[in-house]
C-alpha cells in the first residue's frame, strides 16, 4: 500500500552483525525475496541512499500520512548481477569448478541467471557466472564443501580459503 500509494514508512531496524537498532523513516520503492528471506527496498531519508531492510528485523512499522514523488530506482536493473541483496562488491567474472555430482545439480538447478556452462566432462563441470562476488555469494559456495572450488577471481579464491582456515581453526581446537 505504502509503495503503490508513495507514503513514506517508519519502523525500527536492529542490525544483526552490531545489533545497533535504528529508527528509520524511508520512502518504499519495492520488497524482494532472497534465500527465503524478505526485504524492503527503500530510499533512507536520512541520506536518501537506497537500502535494504530485511522484515525479519524491522518492528514498530507505520504508514506515515507524508507522500513522497515516486523514487525512480530500476531494482531489477539494481539487482541484475547480485546473488541475492547484496551488491557492494563490484560485479565480475567468477569461474566455478564443481565435481561431477554436484554439477548435475548446478546444471539443474543454476546459481544465477547469468551462468553459462564453460565444460562439462565426467569429472567437474566448470561455469562462470557474472556477479557481485559479496558475502551472500561467499556463504553460498562455503555450502557447497569440497564439491566446489573457485578458479577466478583470485581475491575470491583467497576469501573462500581464509573463511575455510578460519573454520579449520575452530574445530582443530577440540
Keep these: 500500500y505504502a509503495i503503490q500509494n508513495n507514503f513514506q514508512i517508519t519502523f525500527t531496524h536492529t542490525k544483526f552483525w552490531d545489533m545497533e537498532i535504528t529508527q528509520r523513516t524511508v520512502k518504499p520503492i519495492a520488497i524482494k525475496e532472497s534465500q527465503h528471506r524478505w526485504y524492503l527496498i527503500a530510499q533512507d531519508c536520512k541520506d536518501e541512499s537506497i537500502k535494504n531492510f530485511g522484515f525479519d528485523r524491522i518492528s514498530d512499522f507505520k504508514i506515515s500520512d507524508n507522500k513522497f514523488k515516486p523514487v525512480v530506482f530500476d531494482v531489477d536493473k539494481a539487482y541484475k548481477h547480485a546473488f541475492g541483496v547484496e551488491t557492494y562488491a563490484p560485479e565480475q567474472k567468477v569461474v566455478l569448478e564443481f565435481s561431477w555430482q554436484q554439477g548435475n ?48 577471481p583470485s581475491e575470491l579464491r583467497e576469501e573462500v580459503k581464509s573463511r575455510i582456515s578460519q573454520m579449520t581453526k575452530i574445530y582443530a581446537s577440540q
Design 105 to 152: 545439480y548446478i546444471k539443474s538447478f543454476p546459481l544465477h541467471s547469468s551462468q553459462k556452462i564453460i565444460s562439462d566432462s565426467e569429472d567437474t563441470l566448470v561455469i562462470e557466472l557474472f556477479i557481485h562476488p559479496a558475502n551472500d555469494f561467499v556463504m553460498e559456495l562455503l555450502k557447497y564443501g569440497s564439491e566446489v572450488k573457485v578458479i577466478k
